[in-house]
T-cell receptor
Framework: NAGVTQTPKFQVLKTGQSMTLQCAQD?????MYWYRQDPGMGLRLIYY???????DKGEVPNGYNVSRLNKREFSLRLESAAPSQTSVYFC?????????????FGPGTRLTVL | GQSLEQPSEVTAVEGAIVQINCTYQ??????LSWYQQHDGGAPTFLSY????GLEETGRFSSFLSRSDSYGYLLLQELQMKDSASYFC???????????FGKGNQVVVIP
């Protein structure tokens, strides 16, 4: 099992460019999440998908869109990148069947917006 | 909503014991989780407290007191590989999201 995979690992964008971050999991998990992590800020939830076909906003959704393409894949799109979106982006998944909701994280995408 | 507070950094020598505290404000939740993240790596699950009291997993123990809105992670017999950031997180009622604290960096020195 590969677990949770993310592409790309690194990306540099210019202000105004668009891009899509890809995430896939092979654990047959129902729920998937996108977080951003900035120094000193911990993990902040951007969007999540409780199950295939549903998506909901998290704590910091502005400037992002998501697509739950199927049960395995959950993508994050930046339509017009801004320097404030420079961050490390993590995708995570969970089966959602336990109270403790253990989340499994991908390796992250390090994004710089110039 | 949820609010979790963690102090920022602690340095300790190998073999020592470190306690990382987490205080929270939330209206209702299933339990308190702890995640470890090495520099440049992804967060990984460490432990979970669904009930008040102490849970022990090898060198690591975690504690929860709902009445005090407080929990802690205890790292014993510190090893160099324990140098990492540690995050507490709550699982609020009504959804399967996690709300994370800002994390606490532990630096282990020889």
């Amino acid at each position: 099992n590969a677990g949770v995979t993310q592409t790309p690992k690194f990306q540099v964008l210019k202000t105004g460019q668009s891009m899509t971050l890809q995430c896939a999991q092979d654990m047959n998990h129902n729920s998937m999440y996108w977080y951003r992590q900035d120094p000193g800020m911990g993990l902040r939830l951007i969007y999540y998908s409780a199950s295939e076909g549903t998506t909901d906003k998290g704590e910091v959704p502005n400037g992002y869109n998501v697509s739950r393409l199927n049960k395995r894949e959950f993508s994050l799109r930046l339509e017009s990148a801004a320097p404030s979106q420079t961050s490390v982006y993590f995708c995570a998944s969970t089966d959602g069947r336990t109270d403790y909701n253990e989340q499994f994280f991908g390796p992250g995408t390090r994004l710089t917006v110039l | 909503g949820q609010s979790l507070e963690q102090p920022s950094e602690v340095t300790a020598v190998e073999g020592a014991i470190v306690q990382i505290n987490c205080t929270y404000q939330t209206s209702g939740f299933y339990g308190l989780s702890w995640y470890q993240q090495h520099d440049g790596g992804a967060p990984t699950f460490l432990s979970y407290n669904g009930l008040d009291g102490l849970e022990e997993t090898g060198r690591f123990s975690s504690f929860l007191s709902r009445s005090d809105s407080y929990g802690y992670l205890l790292l014993q017999e510190l090893q160099m590989k324990d140098s990492a950031s540690y995050f507490c997180a709550v699982s609020p009622y009504g959804n399967n999201r996690l709300a994370f604290g800002k994390g606490n960096q532990v630096v282990v020195i020889p």
